[in-house]
């Protein structure tokens, strides 16, 4: 497989379920990042992860835990979500720093959460 | 004032229209600035980059920077019904690329 694969492609979940989310990417990137993406809303970061280290976490509520056990593996924990977390959750890689031609982010497709 | 500010659209126009999109922004540190693609159900995928302002052009597209006036643009001419999408715009300071902002995204709409 090539790119970034997210896991599920969509998701539905009660309020007091506990459900993760997975990305894996195949581009050989050492950052990685989860966005929020709601409808008529600019992309919302969530968190980044670079060298497999947290190095921002964007005022995210606990009720979303991010996981990155390598480089090449994203995780995003939840529990206790609540109707307004329903949205595309989008994650991505980059090179930071790296060869001249890799500008901007990769994308995987996206898991469509809805929290009922 | 938001960052970035980027008219959500829709946006009509027939098959072979020139197509303009564009997004302001309060930033002037920004000196990096791209386009992304993102059809229905998909991610975003990278359409243009562009370092300070001028233009560059790829095929039927054309991205755009004014950094005086704080303006970038993305043309499509002789749009196809392919074309159809929402586009994003997104900037950042530096070469880091963890900063990236990001538009709402325009939807585009193009008819046969």
């Known amino acids: 497989e090539t790119g970034v694969t997210q896991t599920p492609r969509h998701l539905v979940m009660g309020m007091t379920n506990k459900k993760s989310l997975k990305c894996e990417q195949h581009l050989g990137h050492n950052a990685m990042y989860w966005y929020k993406q709601s409808a008529k809303k600019p992309l919302e970061l969530m968190f980044v992860?670079?060298?497999?280290?947290?190095?921002e976490n964007n005022s995210v509520p606990s009720r979303f835990s991010p996981e990155c056990p390598n480089s090449s593996h994203l995780f995003l924990h939840l529990h206790t979500l609540q109707p307004e977390d329903s949205a595309l959750y989008l994650c991505?890689?980059?090179?930071?720093?790296?060869?001249?031609?890799?500008?901007?982010?990769?994308f995987g497709s996206g898991t469509r959460l809805t929290v009922v | 004032q938001k960052e970035v500010e980027q008219d959500p659209g829709p946006l009509s126009v027939p098959e072979g229209a020139i197509v303009s999109l564009n997004c302001t922004y309060s930033n002037s540190a920004f000196q990096y600035f791209m386009w992304y693609r993102q059809y229905s159900r998909k991610g975003p995928e990278l359409l243009m980059y562009?370092?300070?302002?001028g233009n560059k052009e790829d095929g039927r597209f054309t991205a755009q920077v004014d950094k005086s006036s704080k303006y970038i643009s993305l043309f499509i001419r002789d749009s196809q019904p392919s074309d159809s999408a929402t586009y994003l715009c997104a900037m950042s300071r530096d070469t880091g690329f963890q900063k990236l902002v990001f538009g709402t995204g325009t939807r585009l709409l193009v008819s046969p």
């Open positions: 562009t370092y300070s302002s």
């Open positions: 991505a890689s980059s090179q930071e720093r790296g060869r001249s031609s890799d500008y901007g982010y990769t």
């Open positions: 992860y670079n060298f497999k280290e947290q190095t």
